[in-house]
């Protein structure tokens, strides 16, 4: 019929507009509240998965266990839990969870032997390329670190000897972004055996799913946003091979680098915010990022969401959402980023990410310090590199953090832009939404349903304005908001007004 017909024309031209976006990974949520969490597991039928310290179960017989334990290192209920969790998050046959993100790296580096050969991004993890140089290349495993801008390049560093390829995206703390796919590709046909490892520790498999994109292991530091609370230390794997599965089971059992039942009870309990956490710094940072890019006091942002980033094509293909992290260069050098980091009130000047508190620190000094200073140079990382985690406090009271702090660090009296108009701004939901849509489109269309569609447009460019914020402006003044950042109501408790900064002057150290 000409409805049908109409409605095929719709849903053609709504794909060709908007195919460029990775739709939200359905059931992500439902997953994450309950993989591996089966009350009928346990005797009580416990809702919330028990925390299970015994380090040996009794055997019936010698020899024969109940439910597979016999000893905590080789297997422990709770950890079971979580890494079935992680498993169906992130799409992938079998999870290990690890004592510490470098515990990871290291189990997954016994992946190799004397004479083996790791290629590596060249904007990497300081503890990773820290890890390669000094504790690998003893061991006979050398490394290179390369560039992924041109796939090509990047794999002509292959050689027969490399095993393990080592990517990560966005990287840290630049925050660049490869193409998975393509080198992906392009590894596999070099040699179809070579591992490749993505970090994810940026994204999460909430915004990025590494596995789907051609990743024979995913990686990342579960400390940051998996846990979310800077309260945990750990390490994650995912993969889907039954070889590395079996490989990497026996390095955990024989290794012993695991987390305590506690811990992974902890991040257990973070997952099941995840989702709503990453909604919340996607939002943030995309505000924070865009007021950074409008300030005469910074002199370049990089953030995924934003159109200026240079790879923002590819992160919109492989990634449902930004992230939280931002770097940008202040104006100035050290003493700038110093004084900027020392200035601020909200954020909180230490090492580490993804947490819901919002942190900010300088590589050049602090994550990255144990880089070669030419490598650091020819990366990028220099004294003005400042990065963020932002978290997901209030859009405002960040963004006025960064103003003043800007204003602290660098001289000058300039028009600078003035940060409610940067409250509702929001890349990441606008993706989302379109996305959402689109499918919706694809299943109806599937169904043959009879009612036409509504046409809906492909995201508009971000504006540094918002029509949306007058509201708040004729109830909220400038000054009532300004009062509400920096003062706190006093308390029998607490007494006094001023906020003092978490993390700001007096614990400032270079050491």
């Not at 609370?229 to 079996?246: F, P, Q, W, Y």
């Not at 919340?280 to 300030?295: D, G, I, Q, R, Y």
Request: aromatic share 8%; with cysteine.
């Amino acid at each position: 019929s000409f409805l049908f017909f109409l409605l095929v024309v719709v849903r053609e031209h709504h794909l060709k507009t908007n195919m460029d976006h990775l739709p939200y990974f359905k059931g992500f949520a439902t997953d994450a509240v309950h993989s591996g969490q089966e009350p009928e597991k346990w005797t009580s039928w416990a809702v919330t998965p028990p925390i299970s310290l015994a380090t040996t179960f009794k055997q019936p017989e010698p020899g024969v266990t109940k439910d597979k334990y016999e000893y905590s290192r080789g297997g422990n209920p709770t950890r079971d839990c979580l890494e079935e969790a992680f498993a169906a998050i992130c799409n992938g046959k079998r999870a290990f969870v690890w004592a510490s993100g470098l515990a990871g790296t290291q189990a997954v580096l016994q992946l190799l032997k004397s004479g083996d050969h790791v290629l590596a991004i060249d904007d990497l993890y300081g503890g990773t390329n820290r890890f390669l140089r000094r504790l690998a290349e003893p061991m006979g495993i050398t490394a290179d670190f390369v560039s992924t801008a041109d796939a090509d390049e990047f794999v002509k560093a292959m050689t027969p000897k490399t095993k393990i390829v080592w990517v990560e995206s966005p990287t840290n703390p630049l925050l660049q972004i490869t193409d998975l796919r393509k080198i992906a590709k392009k590894v596999k046909e070099y040699n179809k055996d070579c591992i490749m490892v993505v970090d994810n520790t940026f994204m999460s498999s909430y915004l990025q799913r590494p596995l789907d994109l051609g990743a024979d292991i995913e990686f990342a530091s579960v400390t940051k946003y998996y846990n979310g609370h800077s309260d945990v230390l750990m390490g994650m794997t995912a993969c889907r091979d039954d070889s590395l599965i079996e490989r990497l089971q026996f390095i955990q059992f024989a290794a012993g680098a695991v987390p305590s039942p506690f811990d992974c009870y902890l991040v257990n309990r973070g997952l099941k915010t995840l989702h709503l956490r990453m909604e919340a710094h996607s939002k943030n940072a995309m505000a924070v990022a865009t007021f950074l890019e409008a300030h005469p006091k910074v002199v370049s942002v990089s953030y995924p969401g934003l159109k200026s980033h240079p790879q923002h094509e590819i992160a919109t293909r492989q990634c449902t959402g930004f992230s939280g992290m931002v770097t940008f260069r202040i104006k100035g050098g050290l003493d700038e980023s110093k004084k900027f980091l020392q200035s601020i009130k909200i954020f909180t000047l230490a090492e580490s990410l993804g947490a819901v508190e919002s942190l900010a620190e300088l590589p050049c000094i602090m994550t990255h310090a144990s880089v070669p200073p030419e490598q650091r140079e020819k990366l990028g990382i220099t004294d003005n590199l400042i990065r963020l985690s932002v978290g997901v406090e209030d859009t405002y009271d960040l963004l006025k953090d960064v103003d003043q702090a800007l204003h602290a660090a660098v001289q000058g009296r300039v028009h600078c832009p003035d940060p409610m108009d940067f409250v509702h701004i929001d890349a990441t939901h606008q993706v989302r939404r379109d996305a959402d849509k689109r499918l919706a489109l694809q299943s109806s269309a599937t169904r043959n349903e009879s009612h036409v569609f509504e046409n809906v447009p492909a995201p508009k460019k971000i504006q540094a304005t918002s029509s949306s914020s007058s509201t708040v402006r004729t109830t909220t003044t400038k000054q009532e908001a300004d009062d509400k950042v920096f003062a706190i109501p006093p308390s029998p408790s607490r007494p006094g007004t001023a906020r003092q900064p978490p993390g700001g002057f007096s614990t400032f150290t270079l050491g």
